[in-house]
């Protein structure tokens, strides 16, 4: 049991498990983000064009049931604006992130001064 323990201590002091954990918080916080500017700001621009009809309230009665398809679709858009959403964000993110490791990459591939010279001499002294 105690072999466990330890293995199930090391497991969560591993930086992978504390970067899963941020991850999962910053990710629910940034969910209410974009759940917002769907719901709040997309979708009442989208209603404004459709002429202020909502989706949620379309339905149709059968019987005494009441099928609220609207509300289905109006999930489909959700999910699509907030896919869409995302997509642009990340999308963004990887071309800053992008932007600014390649002159890194660009100075590492520079030789420094005193290597330059060395393999210079180096060829010089092959010939």
């Known amino acids: 049991m105690k072999g466990f323990m ?17 991850g999962i918080i910053i990710g629910g916080a940034f969910t209410a983000i974009v759940t917002a500017l769907v719901e709040q700001i997309l979708m009442p621009i989208i209603g404004a064009i459709c002429g ?3 989706l949620e309230d379309m339905s149709v009665k059968v019987g005494n049931a009441a099928i609220a398809y609207g509300a289905f679709i109006q999930a489909i858009i959700n999910f699509l604006l907030v896919a869409f959403v ?21 100075e590492a591939e520079e030789t420094p001064a005193d290597i330059a010279l060395l393999e210079e001499i180096r060829d010089l002294l092959k010939k």
């Open 86 to 106: 995302l997509f642009c964000i990340i999308k963004a993110l990887n071309k800053a992130k992008a932007a600014v490791e390649k002159p890194a990459e660009e």
């Open 6 to 22: 330890t293995e199930f201590k090391e497991f969560i002091s591993k930086g992978n498990v504390m970067d899963m954990a941020v």
């Open 52 to 54: 202020g009809m909502s």
